[in-house]
């Protein structure tokens, strides 16, 4: 696949055992999964899936034990720190939490210089990149001298996404970036992604448990439960017309409006969890 910027094969993290007696808990069993140049893929599932581990591990964050994470061709799962500093350019994060993943002691401007100093960008030089980055996710350009309490949660992860394309990466992990916005911000943040994405060429990782989220970005979505991939395939056929149990039941756990259409669900959702002798979704 020429166009492959990320490839995830038979990748296995396993957490070292705690207390006398145990067994090491393995996370992710043998997952395989690609990213393609300019692509969005979302990783849907609910929490213990095992979805944060595989953005952890692509991040350098999490202990790969098997299989490997090839970004351009090159492994990158066992690099050294150095290495893996080298290759924050490339590939950047925007975390769940917009309240904590700013340092609240620093300006806008201050934060979102603070990757390009670290890569000796000139103070000039610098200084245009933040105004152009804080167009580019629609702030004021006086939003560089405040503080990040000033603003609201939308407006803080439009600024954590400003600061993930200070150093133009080609990919992004995205883990839960709207999770923690109310419905009508989550819209707005989400057509910001796309439109970064049309503009800079930038591919995501979307990780999210809730698939009518990923169905807004994602060309491509994969399902994880227990560590594993259970269905993936084009965005739209398995967010309408989903094929696993699991996923059934994901879908079937989407809060509707309608109360009658609701209870529907419910027992459509209990049905399914019994027939698959598996955990219902909550």
């Known amino acids: 696949m020429t166009d492959r910027l990320l490839g995830v094969e038979d990748l296995v993290v396993e957490y070292p055992a705690r207390g006398f007696g145990k067994k090491p808990f393995r996370a992710l069993s043998g997952l395989s999964l690609d990213i393609r140049l300019g692509e969005t893929v979302g990783l849907v599932g609910e929490s213990g899936s095992g979805k ?31 290495e893996r500093r080298a290759l924050a350019s490339d590939i950047q994060v925007v975390f769940q939490d917009p309240y904590t993943s700013l340092n609240p002691a620093l300006t806008i401007e201050q934060i979102l210089t603070e990757p390009l100093t670290v890569r000796k960008v000139a103070r000039p030089e610098a200084a245009r990149r933040v105004r152009d980055l804080l167009d580019q996710v629609h702030l004021p350009a006086d939003a560089g001298s405040r503080l990040p309490r000033e603003f609201s949660g939308g407006q803080r992860q439009r600024i954590a996404i400003a600061r993930a394309l200070a150093l133009e990466p080609r990919l992004i992990v995205c883990d839960e970036p709207v999770s923690a916005l109310d419905l009508s911000t989550q819209a707005r943040v989400l057509d910001l992604f ?8 930038v591919a995501y990782l979307f990780i999210s448990h809730d698939l009518a989220v990923v169905r807004h970005l994602s060309h491509r979505v994969a399902v994880m439960y227990r560590g594993e991939i259970v269905e993936s395939g084009d965005g ?3 967010t309408s017309r989903p094929q696993h149990p699991y996923t059934q039941r994901l879908f079937l756990a989407a809060p509707l409006p309608d109360p009658d259409l609701q209870e529907q669900r419910r027992a459509e959702r209990r049905r399914l969890a019994r027939a698959a002798a598996a955990p219902s979704v909550s």
């Open 194 to 201: 796309r439109e970064v994405q049309d503009s800079t060429g």
């Open 236 to 238: 739209d056929q398995v």
């Open 52 to 82: 944060t581990t595989l953005g952890r591990a692509v991040l350098g964050l999490a202990p790969v034990t098997g299989g490997s994470i090839r970004y351009a061709g090159r492994d990158i799962s066992r690099l050294g720190r150095k």
